[in-house]
């Protein structure tokens, strides 16, 4: 008997497309948005950029946060150059830590201001959302009047940032969770209170907070939508040390106001890009990393 095979073979053609076409939307595993703080490959940075680029790529990351920016060049790059090297390799440059220090008198002020204009201006080309000062020097610890002042500036520098379609903001460690001696605030909780959240945004490093005695969730709940970004780091690689819990701090983005989550991995039990690789690995396969 003559068998017509043409009709059985088309509905098994169409149903492969269609088992196939839901393998790889409905049910692809969504890749995380998971940076990188820069600073993490700091020496193979310094003896190959290019190099190290690819490889970051290769791992995984997609939004970056750059730790050497000086004279208008990000690790020795043109801005246009660098943004485009990352582009190539599937990267974004989201954010930079620079900045110039003001030590309270006029002539400081005005030196550091033109530096951020020029600072700005080159974030502007590299394609830069947010420019984050990482520390504030010895002068704020010196009495209240000198955080005050240094509060002040921020705001001027946030301006600033703000009229370039940029965001301005600053970094801890743990020395801002101690209390000045005229001061009742510790000097963190000061800063939130006298910065202007549409000029200063914050970037929580949760390791320092830890380091420093405190609860990155409990600033969160006390200011909220204050931290739009976070450094995610450990004692060395994310989620080895087992002393900071992740999960709540994940949980609550969206209280603290965070866009942007960069790993940074200071300290190593292996070679950086292994320790870097072993961070992004712990961040992919947490369920609540979305």
């Known amino acids: 008997m003559k068998t017509n095979l043409t009709k059985p073979l088309v509905i098994i053609a169409l149903a492969a497309i269609i088992i196939g076409g839901l393998s790889q939307s409905s049910f692809a595993k969504k890749k995380k948005d998971i940076g990188l703080q820069m600073y993490s490959l700091r020496d193979d940075l310094n003896k190959d950029v290019k190099g190290t680029i690819e490889k970051m790529g290769k791992i995984?990351?997609?939004?970056?946060?750059?730790?050497?920016?000086?004279?208008?060049?990000?690790?020795?790059?043109?801005?246009?150059?660098?943004?485009?090297?990352?582009?190539?390799?599937?990267?974004?440059?989201?954010?930079?830590?620079?900045?110039?220090?003001?030590?309270?008198?006029?002539?400081?002020?005005?030196?550091?201001?033109?530096?951020?204009?020029?600072?700005?201006?080159?974030?502007?080309?590299?394609?830069?959302?947010?420019?984050?000062?990482?520390?504030?020097?010895?002068?704020?610890?010196?009495?209240?009047?000198?955080?005050?002042?240094?509060?002040?500036?921020?705001?001027?520098?946030?301006?600033?940032?703000?009229?370039?379609?940029?965001?301005?903001?600053y970094h801890n460690h743990n020395k801002e969770f101690t209390k000045i001696t005229d001061a009742d605030d510790l000097v963190y909780d000061y800063m939130l209170k006298n910065t202007d959240p549409k000029k200063v945004t914050f970037e929580m490093d949760v390791y320092w907070v830890y380091k420093g005695g405190q609860k990155a969730v409990d600033y969160f709940n006390k200011y909220p939508k204050r931290f739009e970004l976070l450094h995610i780091k450990d004692e060395k690689e994310i989620g080895a040390s087992g002393l900071i819990d992740f999960k709540p701090i994940y949980e609550n983005k969206a209280k603290a106001g965070t866009k942007v989550c960069f790993v940074e991995v200071e300290r190593y039990d292996f070679e950086p890009f292994v320790s870097v690789q072993k961070s992004f690995d712990f961040l992919n396969n947490a369920s609540y990393v979305k």
């Not at 550091?112 to 947010?130: E, L, Q, R, V």
Request: with cysteine; hydrophobic share 40%; aromatic share 14%.
């Open 60 to 169: 995984g990351y997609t939004s970056m946060e750059a730790a050497s920016f000086d004279n208008g060049k990000f690790y020795g790059m043109e801005p246009e150059a660098f943004k485009a090297l990352l582009e190539a390799n599937g990267m974004k440059l989201v954010s930079s830590h620079t900045g110039a220090n003001y030590t309270g008198d006029q002539a400081s002020w005005d030196a550091a201001m033109i530096w951020w204009d020029m600072a700005i201006a080159a974030h502007k080309k590299a394609g830069c959302t947010y420019i984050v000062k990482p520390s504030m020097g010895d002068y704020p610890y010196k009495n209240l009047e000198a955080l005050k002042k240094t509060c002040e500036y921020f705001n001027a520098i946030g301006e600033k940032c703000n009229a370039a379609g940029i965001r301005f903001g």
